[in-house]
Each structure stands twice: as structure tokens, then as C-alpha cells.
């Protein structure tokens, strides 16, 4: 298994700011994936982050939006850039061990005002 | 397009009951079929999950039946318990030239009464 943490746990922005939330993993994992989750629904898939290579971005979500740095196989950080109200959602980090398990950390609950 | 299908949306079970939540998928590409269970303020935390070369697999009050003609699977929880309302989500993954790709159902949100 692996254990996630992000930062910050929730905030509230102005509209117009960007924020960038971090994500660390107790051990080193090759791939790791962002997703936002709308209060009560389903996980949306933002983009793809493998370390030593370009975040692979799923259609609806641009890298002037959303970048995303992958720095070391341990850490990743998305920025959601000029917010509006409609960014209000949870985003999630996620890591990829072995050769199926998924795991996710525990979300950053963002309120854009 | 939806790539997992889930149902049902909502699912209230007495105490003691079994709880079954469905999942259909069409791409035969899958290979790896997890559930999540997710509390409200938490991220989903991997619950179990099967391998499309068994029919069933179980872990305590967990159980997944898989149907591979079908193309079909299923949670079902056992002797549901008050602490087991939480959302669950299935999914499915597809191995791909840059990695893993995992799609998700729409989620099931339990609530087990007393």
C-alpha cells in the first residue's frame, strides 16, 4: 500500500488567485494521477503524472490550467490557475503501486469565491 | 461515455442485510476491476478487488462475483453494519503504452439503518 498526504486539507480562494496543492507519497512510485470530484459524484481524471515526463492531460483539462510538476518519484503538485467559481471541488491525488493497486490520498477541498 | 456503469445511485439496507451494488463495463481491455469505499471529508480507500481469470472473490463481509461473458460485477457486503454507510465507487483498468488507466463508476452511496 502506499500513504498519501496533501496539502493544504481545504481552502478558500478568491477568484482570479491560483493555489497549488501538493501531494507526498511514503515511497517511490512511477505514476500518479490528479482528480476532481464534484461534491456527490464521480472522480474525474485531470491528468496523468509519471516522473520524468510531460503530465499527459484527459480531454476538458489544459496544462495552462492545470500544471503539474513531478519532480521526484515521492511529490507532485497541481496548481489551478486563474480560478473561478466552477473550480470549487475536491482534488485528489493518486499513486499507482505495484502492478494494479491504486491508492488515494485524502483530498483538498477547495472553495473559490 | 460512461465506461463503467453502476447502479444502483442510492441503496438503503436494514442492519444485517446484504448490500449488492452492480457494475457493467463493454471494453474487453479491462484487466483489473477494484472497489472503493469512500467516507464523507476522505479520499476512496481500496476495498477489494478481482482479476478477470476468477468468478469471486471474498475478504470478510466483502465479496466480489465477477462475470466475465457478462461483462458484469458486483459487491456484495455481507451482515451490512451502520459503519459500513460510506460511497462506493467501482472501476476498471486498462493498461496503456504510458501506464495504467482507471475508469470509475458513478458511485453508490449506502446507508445501513440500525
Known amino acids: 500500500s502506499a500513504v498519501i498526504s496533501q496539502k493544504p486539507s481545504r481552502d478558500i480562494c478568491q477568484r482570479g488567485t491560483s493555489l497549488t496543492i501538493q501531494c507526498q507519497v511514503d515511497?517511490?512510485?512511477?505514476?500518479m494521477f490528479w482528480y476532481r470530484q464534484q461534491p456527490g459524484q464521480s472522480l474525474t481524471l485531470i491528468a496523468t503524472?509519471?516522473?520524468?515526463?510531460?503530465?499527459?492531460?484527459e480531454s476538458g483539462f489544459v496544462i495552462d490550467k492545470f500544471p503539474i510538476s513531478r519532480p521526484n518519484l515521492t511529490f507532485s503538485t497541481l496548481t489551478v490557475s486563474n480560478m473561478s467559481p466552477e473550480d470549487s471541488s475536491i482534488y485528489l491525488c493518486?499513486?499507482?503501486?505495484?502492478?494494479?493497486?491504486?491508492?488515494f490520498g485524502p483530498g483538498t477541498r477547495l472553495t473559490v469565491t | 461515455q460512461q465506461q463503467v456503469k453502476q447502479s444502483p445511485q442510492s441503496l438503503i439496507v436494514q442492519k444485517g442485510g446484504i448490500s449488492i451494488i452492480n457494475c457493467a463495463y463493454e471494453?474487453?481491455?479491462?484487466?483489473?476491476f477494484p472497489w472503493y469505499q469512500q467516507f464523507p471529508g476522505k479520499g476512496p480507500a481500496l476495498l477489494i478487488a478481482i482479476r478477470p481469470d476468477v468468478s469471486e472473490k471474498k475478504e470478510g463481509r466483502f465479496t466480489i462475483s465477477f462475470n466475465k461473458s457478462a461483462k458484469q460485477f458486483s459487491l456484495h457486503i455481507m451482515d451490512s453494519q451502520p459503519g459500513d454507510s460510506a460511497t462506493y465507487f467501482c472501476a476498471a483498468r486498462q493498461r496503456s503504452n504510458t501506464g495504467n488507466q482507471f475508469y470509475f463508476g458513478t458511485g453508490t452511496s449506502l446507508t445501513v439503518i440500525p
Open positions: 471494453n474487453t481491455a479491462f484487466d483489473y
Open positions: 493518486s499513486v499507482a503501486t505495484g502492478f494494479y493497486e491504486q491508492y
Open positions: 515511497s517511490q512510485v512511477t505514476m
Open positions: 503524472a509519471n516522473q520524468g515526463s510531460e503530465a499527459t492531460y
